[in-house]
């Protein structure tokens, strides 16, 4: 699948990342991670080569990776100590295959100064020392001797390679024959298991159907008994139970039509009783704004009677004395009560009750006897309740 749209911004970066590798040192790069996974350990290749790390870029070091491998080999680690150590990794399903390319070129990785090559924990190549002055006329057979025995080590340890891999494929293979076994054997058991259910299932769906028809039988047969014999107390209930059947659907057609007289009639009582509570609904709102109306006048009228009320009182505060009678005396012009002429006759005390008539605005006078020993709020109590008599009396 080819991605149109993204193939300009694709190509635009893989061309930054080439520039960006020709440009970058590899002493920048030294002691840097590359890859956050970690790897196990027979998955990874070690190049140790002997150059300066000023000396060269990071496209050096890919280059002779891709040269190598095939592009197999990804770059996990650099570090250096007086060399350039770069470790890769690869995956472990291409061992075989890694292992033979690095094989087939080791020269040139030897041209490019190769100094020492680790695979997992085996050391495939090692380069010699021969800088002594007194070997530089043997350089050549010495290289010439290291080249044999190295290509001699690759070779055994390709052939030890290639004999695992090869143990390895038919361990494999013998794993996956167990394997297709087991399954082959656990497939017959559970259709072995499938039939028999399947057997069982058809013997009970069989004998289902068996009775199905027989109770069916046994249904008709009930019936024409029923329909044959109509003095039977069976019929004659069931003859019952159809006539009200049909009566009930009867009226119930009757009941759905919309001239149906009953319906007609609730409908019309209906409408009267909304009328009449829409007239009520009114009449209660003009009669609560007149007693709303009442209220007012007959607060605004207390106002009033108050205001005189007080001024009569006023009055009657500035006399010197009051008489005190036996006998009841009307007085105009106070608004409260009075409990303060006392008679004081052996155990009976007389009170002296002063209350204003709040619609004549007459304010009358009245007596009360109580013993010496009762409380003062059952004397006053007392009071209340003749003054409530009188008032009624008036009234």
């Not at 070129?105 to 020492?116: E, T």
């Not at 010699?128 to 001797?145: A, G, I, P, T, Y």
């Not at 009449?283 to 007080?310: G, Y």
């Not at 009245?366 to 013993?371: A, G």
Request: charge should be negative; hydrophobic fraction near 35%; proline fraction near 2%.
């Amino acid at each position: 699948m080819e991605i149109t749209e993204a193939k300009e911004h694709i190509e635009t970066y893989r061309a930054e990342l080439r520039e960006f590798y020709k440009s970058i040192s590899v002493s920048l790069c030294l002691e840097k991670r590359f890859n956050s996974v970690s790897h196990l350990q027979c998955e990874t290749v070690t190049f140790i080569f002997d150059w300066k790390p000023e000396e060269h870029v990071l496209q050096d070091i890919k280059g002779i990776l891709s040269k190598v491998s095939g592009k197999l080999l990804v770059i996990k680690f650099i570090g250096s100590s007086t060399s350039i150590c770069v470790t890769c990794s690869f995956p472990f399903s291409d061992v075989g295959f890694t292992v033979l390319r690095m094989i087939e070129n080791i020269y040139i990785l030897m041209v490019q100064g190769l100094k020492k090559l680790t695979f997992c924990n085996l050391t495939l190549w090692r380069r010699q020392d021969v800088r002594q002055k007194e070997l530089k006329e043997k350089d050549q057979d010495l290289l010439q001797h290291t080249e044999v025995i190295s290509y001699i080590i690759l070779k055994e340890a390709e052939y030890k390679l290639r004999d695992t891999i090869s143990s390895k494929e038919k361990e494999t293979i013998e794993l996956k024959q167990e394997l297709s076994m087991a399954q082959v054997t656990e497939e017959e058991q559970l259709y072995e298991e499938l039939t028999v259910l399947r057997s069982q299932f058809n013997e009970i769906q069989k004998e289902n159907k068996k009775l199905s028809d027989k109770l069916s039988k046994m249904k008709i047969e009930y019936l024409r008994s029923l329909t044959s014999n109509t003095d039977s107390a069976a019929s004659r209930v069931r003859k019952g139970m159809t006539f009200e059947i049909d009566d009930c659907k009867f009226h119930l057609k009757a009941m759905t039509r919309p001239d149906y007289q009953p319906l007609v009639d609730n409908k019309r009582i209906i409408e009267k009783l909304q009328e009449r509570i829409t007239l009520m609904n009114m009449e209660l709102v003009t009669e609560r704004e007149h007693n709303e109306k009442i209220i007012k006048d007959i607060k605004d009228h207390l106002k009033d009677k108050e205001a005189e009320i007080d001024h009569e009182y006023e009055e009657v505060d500035g006399c010197d004395s009051l008489e005190i009678d036996h006998e009841y005396e009307e007085v105009d012009g106070c608004d409260s009560l009075s409990a303060d002429d006392y008679i004081f006759k052996d155990q009976i005390c007389s009170l002296l009750l002063y209350r204003n008539n709040p619609i004549t605005g007459q304010l009358t006078r009245s007596r009360l006897e109580v013993h010496k020993n009762e409380t003062l709020p059952t004397v006053l109590d007392k009071a209340y309740k003749v003054n409530i008599y009188r008032a009624l009396a008036l009234m």
